[in-house]
Structure formats: C-alpha cells, structure tokens
C-alpha cells in the first residue's frame, strides 16, 4: 500500500512538474508573442513614418521644381519682353532718323526747287521787262491799229447792262485819228477792216483766235490769228491789245518741263507708297520679312 502510495505521489508530482513546465513554456510562448507583435508594429509605425518622410521631400522636391520651372519661365518671359522692347526701340529710333533725314532732303529738295522756281521767275520777268521796256516821251508813238486807253481811268468790275468790259464808266473805244502820232512823223498806212466772212474757216484747234462771227461795231479792228494778245485781257477777245510775239522760251519751256516732272515724280512715289503699306499690311507679322533677305539683327 505504501508502495502504491508512494508512487501515487509520485505520479500527482510529475503531473503537477509537467503541468508547471507546460504552463511556463505558454507564458514564454505568450512573451514572445507579445514581444514578436511589439516589433512588427514597431517596424510598421517606423514604415509609415519614412514613407510619409519620404512623401514630404517628393512633395517639397516637386514643389520646388515647379517653383524654380515657374522663376525660370518668367525670367524668359521678362527678358523677351525686354528684347522686344529694345528691338522696338531700336526700329522706332531706325525709322525716326530716317524719317529725319528724308525731312531734311525734302526740305533742302523744297528750298533748291523753290530758289530755282525763283530764279526761273526772276529771269522770265527780267525777259518780259526788257521786251516790254516803254520807250521815252520823244520816241513813243502809237500805231494806228493800236487802241488808246485813258491814262487816268480804271476798270469797272460788274458792270451790268453792258456785256463789254467799261473803262472809267464809259465802253473802251479805238481811237483810229491822228491824236496817236505826232504831227511830224509820217502816218502809216490804216489797214481796211476785215469783211464779215459768210463760211466758218478751218482755225486749228490750239490757236486762239476772235471768233469770226462777231459783228464788229464801225470802226473796229479784227487782230491777228495769233498768239500776240496782251496777258492781262482773255485771249482772242475784241478789245486784247498786240504786244510782242509771246513764244514759250526756253525758260518757260524748262519751267512747264518740271511741273511736269514733278507732277510724274509725286504720282510714282504715291503709286509706291500705296504699294508698300499693302505689302506691309499683307505680312502676319512685324517679324516676316516681305522679302527673301534674312531679317536684321537688332
């Protein structure tokens, strides 16, 4: 019985030794578990924090670049203005010295043309000076086909009821007596005054000549059909007074040869500049160039 006892007890023991050992081995087995979860959220937590380390210097890299993209751009921008401002200078700066200088040709063209227009006239009125020179008190005399105005007497300007010009009030008449010469020179012969012509004559169409079909009062003169009326009455009119045969000399012929000169010359540079504001107008830009030089360099 004592034997039995004995290892009755010893069994309870061993039973309770393997208990305790088993319980031991679930606490070490329950610490490691424990010890095993600690770290993995250790190491989880210390993940996300370089992840999100790492997000914030991706973030503030990109940033920065999109900072430094957007400096750069606007740099780029501010110095193009600039060079276009300078290039816009610098042609405006261009065309106003050319515009300058083209003043200055004209204005210089202008005065030469003006002192040559001067001269042209000075040299014509000297010639018709001297043509027209009055001779002195002893050696003037009229002819007997010239009409005599009153020396004291003036025009009358819008004269109704009269539709021939009046002289001091009264109709300019010929005087065709002896009054015109001096009584010691000889008389020359009076030409007969022409007879009213019944057919029209063939008179050229750049001559100015009366019309042949007025009536002239009794007395009156027919003149030439010649250019050799005075300037200051209307050509081929009855009461032009002759004077000098007046041809276009070669002064005067110079003079028309530049008017019409000029008149060509200003006609082409219109045409011209027409032209050119077309063509400019025609460009997309100030950049394109309406030729094939390459553009300048400013």
């Known amino acids: 019985m004592q034997q039995n006892a004995k290892q009755q007890e010893q069994r309870i023991a061993e039973k309770a030794r393997l208990d305790q050992e088993r319980a ?4 070490r087995l329950k610490r490691l578990e424990n010890e095993r979860q600690v770290r993995i959220q250790k190491e989880r937590e210390e993940r996300d924090r370089l992840l999100e ?3 914030l210097k991706s973030a503030m890299e990109e ?3 999109l900072a430094l993209e957007k400096k750069a751009k606007e740099e780029k921008e501010e110095k193009e203005r600039r060079d276009e401002l300078i290039r816009v200078q610098a042609r405006q700066q261009v065309m106003d010295r050319l515009r300058e200088k083209a003043k200055l040709r004209e204005e210089e063209r202008r005065k030469e043309e003006e002192q040559r227009l001067r001269d042209i006239d000075q040299k014509i009125k000297n010639e018709w000076q001297g ?7 002893q050696e003037r005399s009229r002819s007997s086909t010239t ?10 300007i819008g004269q109704t009821g009269n539709s021939r010009p009046l ?3 009264s109709s300019l008449k010929f005087n065709l007596g002896s009054k015109a010469h001096s009584p010691s020179k000889e008389q020359p012969p009076k030409k007969p005054a022409p007879k009213k012509q019944t057919a029209k004559p063939s008179v050229k169409s750049d001559s100015h000549a ?10 009156w003169i027919a003149l030439a059909n ?3 009326y005075h300037p200051s009455t209307p050509i081929g009119d009855v009461l032009s007074r002759p004077v000098r045969n007046r041809t276009l000399s070669s002064m005067g012929r110079a003079s028309q040869e530049y008017l019409q000169r000029e008149e060509q010359r200003k006609l082409t540079s219109s045409q011209q500049k027409a032209a050119k504001d077309n063509r400019k107008n025609a460009r997309a830009s100030l950049n394109v160039s309406d030729s094939s030089a390459p553009p300048k360099r400013w």
Do not use: F, H, M, W
């Open 147 to 156: 009409p005599k105005t009153p020396r004291a007497t003036r025009r009358v």
């Open 167 to 169: 002289y001091a009030g």
């Open 131 to 137: 043509c027209r020179a009055p001779p002195s008190n």
């Open 24 to 27: 031991a081995e679930l606490a």
């Open 210 to 219: 009366a019309t042949p079909d007025i009536a002239l009062p009794k007395g």
């Open 226 to 228: 010649k250019d050799e």
């Open 53 to 55: 380390a790492e997000r």
């Open 63 to 65: 940033q920065r670049r």
